[in-house]
């Protein structure tokens, strides 16, 4: 059993190193904190004209920063991670000043800049990216081999950020409202990146050029160039907003277990649209694309390498049996285009709002096909994994996440709140019209929790303090004497009431509304405490009420 979860329990430990022994440093402020030379001008455009070499394992090329200037200031922040180096910097064909500071780049304008005027940067740069030591948790590029000695390559950089392998303004907070990729590789190699591809350009020097464009917002992270020798094919759906269009893509010599697991993505989607709202990217299209490691949601290419099995690289998580139903990538992946890509954090101390939504995705996919109860074994079988280590909401301004339990726990909490709102309609509702009030949106954990409680008709702000911002899970203690059974919450912040079900002698399930205060139901012939499982508490019979 120990083995069965040892490679997810690497997962959450990696992302739950704890905040309180890490020392933070300047880098980690340039990074994480929307100083004045990036708080100036908004995001609107990029263009990422990039070479990627294999041979050498090298990138170089150019980004064209479009932005809006939202109040004159006449320095401009550019991130870009070592050994990566800015080369040049024109505006309007002049040449630009500017100085490193870390993994910033400070950049000196000469043109005035007016508020409200529209403005472009092109910046030129070069070297030899960080090389992923255990992607996608511990990213940059992976410069891989199919089995015919193919270069196989591609980037992620969740968390570390896209300044990994080029320029950009690196926080979570801005997006740019499209985006144009172009990518020259080797023959006969294919890139494949965001959004839909518009064409080839066949160079003289023995490379191609991949031109594709993302129509919609995209956060820095989710931008990603796949390469390889890939096959192709192409299918539709007839989703909420009319036609789909999707694409496939794998290593040839993967073709026919691709066309196999991939038949997956459809149902997926159906399922999503179902209890999400329509799929965020329809301009974009959906696309999957076979890497050389386990996956990523890259926006609107999401990335796949689960060796074509179902599970998590063949494992249950949750040792209920469901998990073995469905492909672990392409269902947890694929949900994060609605929240991760549709819905953003400002902060990646937020990032609970991406992955404990995308992991209840994956109860909330099982129960469309199986049904509630099997969607409820999946999600409780899987509190194996939570550890209450420390806070899932991290530290803001240095970009730092919080504990790795904001996917396990954090999808806890959010079964739990649907038990509290008791009404499958309704909840479905608030899932749905979270994706359409914050739609294409960078959000806070304020917006999130504020709109739950609003459409839910009930103040869940000390749920959200017991399970986002302490680590304790609440103690349901409780004492038995004669024909009355005593009850508080223990282990819980100040306030914290969250009512609970119970069954009664009937066989029925009643409220009980515990506080930290002992309280008193009478009752007769209950020797026993049965609280209702989908709710993610400890019950703890004591001796007295004392």
Partial sequence: ?????????????????????????????????????????????????????????????????????????????????????????????????????????????????????QEALVIEYTGRPRIAKRAPWDGGFSWKRDTNGQPFVATSCQGLGASVWWPCKDHMYDEPDSMRISVTVPKPLMDISNGRLRSITENADGTRTFDWYVQNPINNYGVNVNIGDYATWTDTLNGEKGKLDLSFYALSENIEKAKSQFQQVKPMLRAFEHWFGPYPFYEDGYKLVEVPYLGMEHQSSVTYGNGYKNGYLGRDLSATGWGLKWDFIIIHESGHEWFANNITDKDVADMWIHESFTNYSENLYTEYYYGKDAGSEYVIGCRKLI?????????????????????????????????????????????????????????????????????????????????????????????????????????????????????????????????????????????????????????KKVASAS
């Fill in 1 to 117: 059993m120990k083995l069965l979860y040892a490679f997810a329990l690497f997962f959450l430990f990696h992302l739950s190193t704890s905040a309180q022994t890490y020392i933070f440093t300047h880098d980690d402020t340039l990074r994480g904190s929307i100083t004045q030379e990036r708080a100036w001008w908004d995001l609107q455009f990029y263009h990422l004209n990039v070479r990627v070499q294999p041979q050498d394992s090298t990138v170089s090329g150019s980004v064209t920063v479009r932005y809006k200037v939202l109040q004159p200031y006449q320095t401009i922040q550019i991130d870009l991670q070592r050994p990566m180096n800015i080369t040049r910097v024109t505006q309007d064909g002049q040449s630009l000043t500017f100085r490193r500071d870390g993994n910033a780049f400070f950049i000196d304008l000469i043109k005035k800049q007016e508020a409200q005027k």
């Fill in 387 to 539: 550890r209450n280590d420390k806070p899932i909401i991290g530290t803001y301004n240095v970009n730092r996440s919080g504990s790795g339990d904001m996917y396990y726990k954090g999808g806890n909490m959010l079964h739990t709140i649907r038990q509290i709102i008791n009404d499958d309609e309704k909840w479905r509702g608030i899932l749905r019209g979270l994706n359409k009030t914050f739609y294409h949106q960078t959000v806070t954990t304020q917006q999130i929790e504020g709109y739950m409680s609003k459409e839910a008709g009930i103040d869940l702000s000390k749920v959200f303090d017991q399970y986002l911002r302490d680590n304790r899970l609440p103690v349901l203690e409780y004492s038995i004497d004669k024909n009355k059974i005593s009850y508080r919450w223990n282990n819980v912040v100040s306030g914290f009431d969250m009512p609970v079900k119970y069954k009664a002698k009937d066989g029925k399930w009643k409220t009980l509304e515990p506080t930290a205060d002992w309280k008193t139901i009478k009752t007769k012939e209950l020797t026993d405490l049965e609280v209702d499982k989908g709710f993610y508490v400890e019950v």
